[in-house]
């Protein structure tokens, strides 16, 4: 009895030791947004058919950037797979194992780079490397209330007043008066900006400059410069500064989710303004919005000598020092098939990859799509270097000054450029 | 009978006094409660309050939620074993530098006190390449340790007072009968302080409890604490701020619970009743 | 025996009191405990840190060679005009919170001394903001104040208060950031002073009544004095942590509007976690480590001395 009892302990043992000797765990270190959320669904069928244990471990981008910089190193790693955002692949590159060296899978072949959506496939690259797969679809998407473009006395009224139909602002213009329409009649605020975080708020900047026809930083002759130019910076800031005087109050500390709650819960709302498509599921769920089916979307507007979106997508990456880069690969092989972009697709995210965002059968429930396809015609992205966090400071901190007034918006766009010079030439650029 | 009914009015004013207090250090509490059995879409659009609005829903997934629910059961267990560490530790210390003379006692208990003005994010990056050394990095042991860190300095410093005040005169009676020091500290010292130790656990309970960044660069998905786990949920891109109220209602529990069971050794003569005889 | 009685046998309080019995046993089984831990987890990564400060350390491997740069970032703090505002913050935001706690705290200490029915539960419940996330507390007040919905901001609006976005305007933030420190943290200061009171014995309360002393002078000639050491470290502790808030402001202002609510733990996590460089930071922590120590050699230890504090408990 007492025998028999140690054997079949024994054998246990045994097969728990051999499973555990079989079985592989991954460590994966992600952004907290819903696409991820979605992902972790689907894992157990990636776990049965791989036996490989996969622990998501899910922050916010700030937290991200910190852990992968506390944790990853040449030598050592928490994680077998990281999530980098695109500004941030600079300063990982060194530490990331280029893409051609990603072991082969045994059970998902490898990701054909073709198969990610052209404009987004370059942001998982650093000097000419590719590092790792662009994972998400993340750029400027505009939303209008459809309710109250299709409103028949608004449409009236608006065409008696300015001569042309109400609608879809497809030019600043056309965005700056039909916001004002609604905001003055006191229908809705005209305007939604972002004016949180550097990141977001370096967006905007680059969005209304790119518009008006200036880039901000470009890499020439082997180096960094500040190539802007002050007139049309500044035409920009100004434009930027009329939008927000039809823009709801609170408007200077408007963040991802004081937008959110303008847009979709305030009963007034807002009538137009820009979204990462991230947070696209939050808006078209009636649990948060009571706007869910009423958003029509398009490409942004086009600015008076050019047309921006911009992008902000995230990039898969293995690091050099991962023990397990078989799984690790394994992992982001299945994760960028069509199957699961498919099925990440019908859960209102988007998957950076063509055909699922293409794909027919989709388009006609999920009216973001299209947009996005235009919006990726005109992508534009901020620049990327490794002293980005300072500048996007810089920027942040004179933008505001100058679209809210606190300083007249000449010296902001000559103190972005002074600033940043300063932290351009430190940097040894 | 005229001081009876001063007393009584005296009373009555206390009561009314401490009840607006409340209310207003409340408010802010009242209002996540709330909005912890509202949707999100009813908290954002401003609406009244009104009974038809009341769902369980952010509940259910908070409670559904695994990695919230062992993040929370970590930050008990880490919080107890840390208020444990750092109460019997500082205790010990505190003891160790009122009632002895030796040199350099000050500066001693100085550098406990100005060690912990140091900010976490200057340490947590050495600690972090520590832990891993050391091979604690994510585990339970390793994020309580840390918490005690901080937690030791405060608990000497927050009962020397306490100790201080006892009179010399129980430990020269306790000398003669030939009590050891250990002795004396658990015999006189202890129960005398027990209202300093009282405050002195719910504080580095409440500092264990509360601390986010230390958790998070320290912790992964095994010994991930609370703080960490909601501030998912605050989002900084969507909002999801009903599971967040319903979410730090529930960590609000166990510490009114930890709370009002040791302020049972709170009330006058508990402490000094202790050392009869 | 119990204080009462303690207070029947030696009127004077102290016999002996300078011979004692401090050189009876070691202290060092006392204190190797603390010092361990101590030394560990915050002695050992300060001494690391002072190290990093003389390098310029990117936060990531990726982010390039670690450079000895000897004073290098020193200097460059001094220079750094971010670095002073922040550091004029902070010590503003002490100096403006912590005394209103400390009045707070010590006002409803005296007021609720004394047991009623539901005292227990209403200390409890005082206590809750302290228990009340750091980082839902900053969401929470930033919330409130939000012009439009916030319901504190409506309640300010129906007292006549002007519309303006609160948290958009650099003095009214760097005022909300104190009040909502003086919500959260003043019961912290009432709990530390009520424990204080509860410690003074009745009688000597009772015997002053007694005697007819005023309410005024019980409280400044009995109470306070024998309150005294407690009330310093309340405000030690309190000044301790002011200097290390950091999450509710995070996610309450996230420093801004501009450099405003920027203070001295705001601006060294922005150099660590932001821009990345853990020498500049490292240098900030020491640089506070010099003003702590100065602090502490002067005002701490003229205040707060461990002989200073034993006369005070030898006198009751």
Known sequence: MKLKRSVLLGALLAAAAFASAQQKVINVLLWDDPYPKALMAMLPEFEKATNIKVNIEMLQPPQVLTKTAVAVTPTSTDYDVVGIDEGNVPVFASLLLPFDQWPRGRVYPKTDPKSVTPKMLNIGTWNSVQLGIPINGNLYVWMTRKDLIENPTYKAQFKAKYGYDLGIPKTFKE???????????????????????????????????????????????????????????????????????????????????????????????????????????????????????KIAYSAPPAGPRGQAAITGAWAICIPKASKNPDAAAEFIYWWSSKAVADKLVQANTIPARTESLTNPAFVSSKPWLPALAASMNVAASRPRFKEIGQVQDVVKKYWIMGITGAMPTKDAVQAIVRETNDILKKAGY | MRLATRKKIITAAVAVFALAVLAVELYPIAITLLNGFRRDIVILSGQKLSLKQFTGASYALVFENRQLMQAMRNSVVVGLLSTALSVGVGAMAAYGLTRFKFRGKNALAYSFLVFRMLPQMSLVVSLYLMFRTVGIRDTIFGITLAHSSFNVPYVIWMLIPFFTVVDKSYEEAAMVDGCSRWGMFRLIFLPLAAPGLVVAAVFAFINSWNEFLYALILTGVNARTAPVAISSLIGGDTLTWGQMCAASTVMLIPVFVFTIGMQKFLIRGVAAGGVKG | MTFSRRRATSPSGNVASKSGTGGYGSPVPFLIPAFLIVFAVLIFPIVFSFVVSLFDWPLSAGGGARRFVGAGNYVELVKDKEFWNSLRLQLGFIFIAIPIEIALGLGAALLLNREFRGGRVVRALILLPVFFLPIVSGMTWRFMLQPRYGALNNFLLSLGAPEITWLGDPTFAYAAVIVQDVWRMWPFVFMLLYAGLVGIPADILEAAEIDGATSTKRLTKIILPLLYPTILTALLLRIIDALRVFSEVYVMTEGGPGMATTLFSLYTHRQAFGYMKVGMSSAMAIFLLAISILFAVTLVRKNMSLEKLEEQGENR
Do not use: C
């Open chain 1, 175 to 293: 965005l700056l008066e039909m916001g004002t329409f609604f905001n003055e009649n006191g229908i809705a605020a005209g305007f939604g900006p972002f004016n949180g975080g550097p990141a977001g708020v370096l967006s905007e900047a680059v969005f209304m400059w790119e518009s008006h026809g200036t880039k901000f930083i470009d890499y020439t002759g082997g180096t960094f410069k500040v190539v802007l130019d002050e007139a049309k910076a500044i035409e920009g800031m100004e434009f930027y500064k009329k939008l927000m005087a039809i823009s709801p109050k609170g408007a200077e500390t408007m963040a991802h989710v004081e937008r959110q709650a303008a847009f979709a819960a305030d009963p007034k709302g807002v009538f137009s303004m820009f979204i990462w498509p991230a947070q696209i599921a939050a808006y078209e769920d009636p649990n948060k919005s009571l706007v869910a089916g």
